[in-house]
């Protein structure tokens, strides 16, 4: 179900909750930012959570550090960083202050103001795909100033569309690799999205 009439930014309080059920309540809401002139928006469709201090999978795992501060500050500000020195990853940090969490966004479906074909279905590509890089790091998502948002455009997911898998390229988090921390909606859900 979709209802244009109710869009809304969300708020600080909604990521101030347990990572997982932010992770799966991100599920078909909208990416924003306002960049360039032009407002670049996608559909959230694959999340990943990364949940406090003993996550092995987690930078925070390995304590708090310039890197990984954000992710010990307040929830609702960005954690973006750099891999492989060429991709960025855009988080955004879940929970009570103090206690490193966040969730990874993974993929979107591109709705409007990006260019025509786009990849969008990975990390790395998304940023490049929404210019997002390490000037957004520790910026706030909920604020009315934020150029980078996140809106709840009044669609409901149903639990039932929502698949776990274990996290990508985490095989070296013992235990924690096998967490079905990875959320993504159904197949025949995105081809709902792509009509």
């Not at 855009?90 to 009570?96: D, G, K, P, R, S």
């Not at 490049?128 to 709840?152: T, V």
């Not at 997911?157 to 909606?185: C, H, M, Q, S, T």
């Amino acid at each position: 179900m979709f209802d244009n009439s109710i869009i809304m930014r969300l708020n600080q309080q909604f990521y101030n909750q347990p990572t997982v059920k932010v992770a799966k309540a991100l599920l078909g809401k909208f990416l924003v930012h306002k960049v360039n002139g032009k407002i670049l928006v996608g559909k959230i469709i694959e999340t990943e959570a990364y949940v406090g201090p003993k996550d092995l999978a987690s930078h925070a795992s390995r304590g708090k550090t310039k890197r990984t501060e954000i992710m010990f500050g307040e929830a609702g500000y960005w954690y973006v960083y750099l891999i492989y020195g060429m991709y960025y990853c855009l988080n955004i940090v879940t929970e009570h202050k103090n206690y490193p969490a966040a969730v990874l966004i993974r993929k979107v479906e591109p709705v409007s103001g990006l260019k025509e074909k786009i990849k969008t279905d990975g990390p790395g590509k998304l940023c490049r795909a929404f210019i997002i890089d390490k000037n957004l790091n520790g910026m706030s998502s909920f604020e009315k100033k934020s150029k980078l948002w996140i809106e709840d455009r009044g669609e409901i997911i149903k639990p039932d569309k929502i698949k776990k898998a274990p996290r990508v390229g985490v095989d070296y988090a013992g235990e924690y690799k096998n967490k079905l921390w990875r959320f993504k909606l159904s197949d025949e859900e995105i081809e709902l999205i792509k009509r």
